[in-house]
């Protein structure tokens, strides 16, 4: 995105982004009460029948090279696992009441203390510190993650992915009509959106917005053009 954002095709009509993180469980099972945890390295190895199994399925996807590319040096393999349904409530909260750039800046942060620092995405005090770092009113922000609130919402989600056919992660479903599927390089995912600029028509379309609930006035806000 910020390839194309710093490098327009026409200067006069620059292209923004609003993007929508969608919920996705990778272990639906996995107790949504704050005590549960496992480290990463014990789900994947379950996951993939054991140490040699998963050691193959790490140097098939070049995980560590794939997150060095992108400024991660790395991944913190005993991290700890857990269920990561208030982390998506909190995302979809403040996209609802903050739009996208905020909730950006929250989803980034989260992916820092969680892939680096190791911390389980269900830890309600952590979450909070994250919104806090990005302006979110930390007590307003618990006090949501205490409540019921969206859970009717993240559902319909799970439900449009089953009828979409969408099982894995990860999936960018762009204008909400071009669904790219696996682990694409981003110079993948610039060829899309250059087809969509050279159109000049852009792609406003949202799969998921109507099943997230996100008001009309937060899907119309944008990610900020990259600092020069």
Not at 80 to 99: E, M, V, Y
Request: charged letters at 30%; aromatic letters at 8%.
């Amino acid at each position: 995105m910020n390839e194309v954002m710093s490098d327009p095709m026409d200067p006069t009509n620059p292209v923004r982004f609003s993007v929508l993180r969608v919920p996705f469980f990778l272990e639906p099972a996995y107790d949504t009460d704050e005590s549960f945890c496992e480290t990463n390295r014990v789900r994947l190895e379950r996951k993939w029948g054991g140490k040699a199994a998963f050691a193959a399925q790490k140097h098939r996807h070049r995980l560590k090279e794939r997150g060095q590319e992108v400024g991660i040096e790395k991944f913190n393999l005993d991290r700890l696992a857990s269920s990561t349904l208030k982390s998506h409530r909190l995302i979809q909260w403040i996209t609802k009441n903050r739009g996208c750039e905020v909730a950006e800046a929250v989803y980034n942060d989260l992916n820092h203390r969680h892939f680096v620092d190791g911390k389980k995405l269900n830890d309600a005090e952590m979450l909070c510190d994250a919104a806090a770092a990005a302006g979110v009113d930390r007590d307003e922000a618990m006090r949501f993650l205490e409540s019921d609130e969206g859970l009717e919402e993240i559902g319909d989600a799970q439900d449009m992915l089953q009828e979409m056919g969408i099982h894995s992660i990860p999936n960018f479903v762009i204008g909400g009509k071009v669904v790219v599927s696996g682990a694409v390089h981003a110079a993948e995912l610039v060829q899309i959106f250059r087809r969509f600029e050279s159109a000049g028509e852009g792609a406003p379309g949202s799969a998921f917005a109507d099943a997230l609930r996100i008001p009309p006035e937060m899907r119309a806000k944008t990610l900020p053009a990259p600092s020069a």
